[in-house]
């Protein structure tokens, strides 16, 4: 350990037995080592007596969405949903009509089975806590 991290160490009382007694050694041998800890000490008590200002959360409240922002949103989250949802249906048509053999669609099939199971029991388990989220009433 060098003579900063000693010096710090020893301001924040974060030194182990032995660093400790290295460093009182440092102390009684060094004015200027002396001087620096009384200079880190100084500045540690002038950071922890500082007061600490709430911040002001009302500018916050003064924030608005953009009229009609929301109803663009959801006219865009929808138009992708719709999209994404045939691409899979054709994708999905062609791969089951398709010449692969049965037991490709089968493993194939039975992954997409095994993410969807999963996909609804998250949403599922998201839902459920939604209920009895203790945070929910929370104001920013």
């Given at each position: 350990m060098n003579q900063d991290e000693l010096i710090h160490g020893f301001v924040d009382g974060e030194l182990t037995q032995q660093e400790e007694q290295q460093m009182r050694q440092l102390l009684d041998a060094d004015p200027e080592?002396?001087?620096r800890v009384e200079a880190y000490g100084q500045i540690k008590e002038a950071i922890?007596?500082?007061p600490?200002?709430?911040p002001d959360?009302?500018?916050w409240e003064d924030v608005e969405t953009p009229p009609g922002a929301s109803s663009w949103r959801a006219l865009g989250l929808s138009l992708?949903?719709?999209g994404y949802?045939?691409?899979v249906a054709i994708g999905l048509h062609d791969f089951?009509?398709?010449p692969e053999p049965m037991s490709s669609k089968v493993m194939i099939g039975s992954l997409l089975v095994?993410?969807?199971v999963l996909l609804v029991s998250v949403i599922r388990q998201r839902l459920i806590e939604l209920k009895t989220d203790r945070y929910q009433r929370v104001e920013k």
């Open positions: 080592v002396r001087r922890q007596s500082a600490l200002k709430e959360l009302s500018s992708f949903f719709f949802l045939g691409l089951f009509t398709g095994g993410v969807g």
